[in-house]
Structure formats: C-alpha cells, structure tokens
C-alpha cells in the first residue's frame, strides 16, 4: 500500500502564511491527479485545489489569488502554499492523490492523515 504523511499544519495569524506538504511512498508507478481538501467544524469535506499530471490547476473560490497548488513527480510530493490566511481557513486539511501501485489494475485514491490549521489572533 501507499503511505501519505502530511506535515506543515499549525497555528497562524490572520494575514500569516503556511506550507503544507504531503508525500507518497511506496511501489508507485504512476500519479494522477493530487488535490488537498479541508474539513471545518460542522461542515463537509470540501474540495480546495488540485493538480493534474499535465500541472492543470483548479481552486475553491475563497482562496483563489491566495493559495496555490504545485507538485514534484521525482519526490512523489504536493504542496499547498497558503498566504493571507483567514479564521475560516480553519480546519483539518487532507491531501488526496490517485496512484498506480505496482501489482494494481490501476488508479486508486489515496488519503493523508489529516494536518491542523488554525488561523486566530
């Protein structure tokens, strides 16, 4: 199987900065899609960005202009870089990636383990 490990979270002021990482380890043969979603209290999982093998971008509106999605295909690895963070960016973020595992018929989901962000004065 794959292992996600998630790091980067913590506590921030509004106006603050982070960078969340997230790293695949196994027999990948290949990555597809990578994408990060959060989770607020008392709200569903949202989609936040993701990134396409061909580096095709895609933002929830709240944090256009503000976060931004990258990967690098030699470390198996994608970033979400948060700038201007808010209070309502508040919430457990998890990075989602889809992976050829060598022995696989093809694609599956993978989920990381969830990283705390808290934006508060």
């Known amino acids: 199987q794959v292992q996600l490990v998630e790091s980067g979270g913590g506590l921030v002021q509004p106006g603050g900065s982070l960078r969340l990482s997230c790293v695949a380890s196994g027999s990948i043969l290949s990555i597809n899609d990578m994408g990060w979603y959060r989770q607020a209290p008392g709200k569903e999982r949202e989609l936040v960005a993701f990134i396409t093998s061909a580096d095709r971008r895609n933002y929830e509106d709240s944090v256009k202009g503000r976060f931004t999605i990258s990967r690098d295909n030699v470390k198996n690895t994608v970033y979400l870089q948060m700038n201007s963070l808010k209070p309502e960016d508040t919430a457990v973020y998890y990075c989602?990636?889809?992976?050829?595992?060598?022995?696989?018929?093809?694609?599956?989901?993978?989920w990381g383990q969830g990283t705390q962000v808290t934006v508060s004065s």
């Open positions: 989602n990636v889809e992976i050829f595992i060598r022995g696989n018929s093809g694609y599956r989901m993978y």
